[in-house]
Structures are given as C-alpha cells and as structure tokens.
C-alpha cells in the first residue's frame, strides 16, 4: 500500500535550477555583483588620478606595488576586499537564503509543498555557496582584466622583498589564491547559515556572520592571546600571501584550510540539527 501521494517524487523538488534563478533575480543579488564588478575599476580610476598617485616602484607594499602589472593590482584588490566586502557578500547570500523566505511568510509554504526539510536546507546552501563562490572569483578575475588593460600584462613583483616572478609561472598559484580565499570564506558562510535558519530576521543572520569577523579580528590582534589566535576564523585570512612568494610557502595555507572546514563542518552540521527541530510558523 503506497503511503504518498501519486507522482510525488521528494528527490525531485526544489530543482536547483529553481532556486538558481529565484536568488538570481533577487535585487541584492544583481547589487551585490555589480559592486564587486565595479571595485576593481573603481581602483584603478582612484590609482590613475588620485592626488597620491606616484607610481612609487621603489616601495615594498603591496599598495604601492599595485600598479606594477595585472597580477600585482588583482592581488591588491583581493587583498582589500577580502577582509570586509567579501565577507559581507558571503555573508549576505548564506545568511538570508532562509531567513528572507521566514521573514515573507512563504517559508512554511515551501515546506508544506512538501519538500523534505532537509532537501530544502540542502539546496538553499549548495545555491548559497554557489554565488558566494562566485562572488569570491569575480573580484579579483575582474581585477586581473581590469590590471592588464591599464597596467599591463608583466611579472608580479614580490612584496616585502622585491623579488621578480614570470607571469606564466604564477597564474597557477593566483588560481590556488582564489581557491583559498573560497575556503577562507566557508566559516562565513556556515555562521550566517546557522542564524538564517534560527531566525526570521536576514538582516540579522548577515549582520550577526559579519560581527564575528570583525570580533575575531580584533581578538586575533591580542598577542596576550599566544597560540590561541591560531584557531581564530580570521587568523589565517592572508596566509594566501605566501602563496606568491618565490619560493612558496602552503604551511599557513593548509592550517588555514582545516580550521576553516572544521568550524564549517561543525556550524552547518548545527545548522541541519536546529531547522530539523525548528516549529516554522512563519
């Protein structure tokens, strides 16, 4: 005797390619992208007619080497975006992918479609990372065209020790950079997750991901703190640099990375756990 009801198939609801183009279309999301499409030539207007601008090769910041070639002003722009606008993007796709659905009062809707609550959260958070990856990717790949047509294409130049490094031979590594930055981001995600599925407020979720990078980066300036600082969410957000050295280093990397999917892991893994249990009255 079935126990459903006929042609219902609970793997085939909520296709991805639904939820694909339903966040698409969200204004936030065509905001957000055209921002950080925008940063890098915002830069470059800001490097190429700023009061400041004196092309000072001779430093070894990575700010003044900025204008060296495209690789050295994508790596500028990554730089500066990583520690706050591309936090607050992922944070803004993972944390209010529930929470705005809560928030309209079509959450329990969806539920009552049915979709499994599992299968709804699955694919809520593959889409969500999906365009957070996205958004990580589209800075500093926009920044590398934007680099090249202004400062052209010539090898990187190391900061810190001046150092030469052929183009060709670092494309790879600026490709392993992205990656990072990706993963480096997964904490982000997971935290903003975890309090969009625990409350009906996005503002809230997105705002909540975001002040724990800002107190994590504050705490991670306390020396007092020793070894402690290593197991922060923030502490390994620029190991990336190491990357591009002319012999590189993938130590800090690699802790990085297993910092970064282990607070991940635990905090979706929580995130399941607590929308499993949740009473959706909204």
């Given at each position: 005797m079935s126990t459903g009801a006929i042609g219902y198939a609970p793997g085939h609801t909520l296709p991805l390619r639904v939820e694909i183009i339903r966040q698409f279309k969200r204004r936030r999301t065509l905001v957000m992208f055209g921002l950080l499409m925008a940063l890098p030539w915002i830069l470059v207007i800001a490097f190429q007619f700023g009061p400041g601008n004196n092309n000072n090769q001779n430093s070894l910041r990575l700010s003044d080497l900025a204008t060296a070639g495209g690789l050295n002003f994508a790596a500028f722009a990554l730089s500066v975006s990583a520690s706050f606008l591309l936090v607050v993007a992922v944070a803004l796709f993972c944390g209010d992918t529930v929470a705005s659905e809560a928030n309209w009062s079509s959450l329990r809707y969806l539920l009552a479609a049915p979709i499994p609550r599992d299968r709804l959260l699955r694919q809520k958070l593959i889409v969500a990372l999906g365009y957070s990856a996205a958004a990580v990717t589209v800075v500093p790949l926009m920044a590398l065209?934007?680099?090249?047509?202004?400062?052209?294409?010539?090898?990187?130049?190391?900061?810190?020790?001046?150092?030469?490094?052929?183009?060709?031979?670092?494309?790879?590594?600026?490709?392993?950079?992205?990656?990072?930055?990706?993963?480096?981001?997964?904490?982000?995600?997971?935290?903003?997750?975890?309090?969009?599925?625990?409350?009906?407020?996005?503002?809230?979720?997105?705002?909540?991901?975001?002040?724990?990078?800002?107190?994590?980066?504050?705490?991670?300036?306390?020396?007092?703190?020793?070894?402690?600082?290593?197991?922060?969410?923030?502490?390994?957000?620029?190991?990336?640099?190491?990357?591009?050295?002319?012999?590189?280093?993938?130590?800090?990397?690699?802790?990085?990375?297993?910092?970064?999917?282990?607070?991940?892991?635990?905090?979706?893994?929580?995130?399941?756990?607590?929308?499993?249990?949740?009473?959706?009255?909204?």
């Open positions: 065209l934007a680099g090249t047509i202004v400062f052209g294409w010539n090898d990187i130049t190391v900061p810190g020790t001046g150092e030469s490094i052929p183009a060709g031979d670092v494309l790879p590594k600026f490709a392993i950079v992205i990656g990072y930055a990706m993963v480096s981001n997964l904490v982000v995600a997971a935290v903003a997750f975890l309090l969009s599925v625990s409350t009906d407020s996005p503002l809230g979720a997105v705002g909540g991901a975001v002040g724990l990078v800002i107190v994590s980066s504050i705490l991670q300036a306390v020396e007092a703190l020793g070894g402690l600082r290593e197991f922060l969410p923030t502490f390994w957000n620029t190991a990336w640099l190491d990357a591009l050295a002319p012999v590189p280093d993938y130590s800090g990397m690699i802790k990085g990375v297993a910092v970064a999917l282990t607070y991940a892991v635990i905090l979706i893994a929580f995130a399941f756990r607590r929308f499993r249990r949740k009473d959706v009255v909204s």
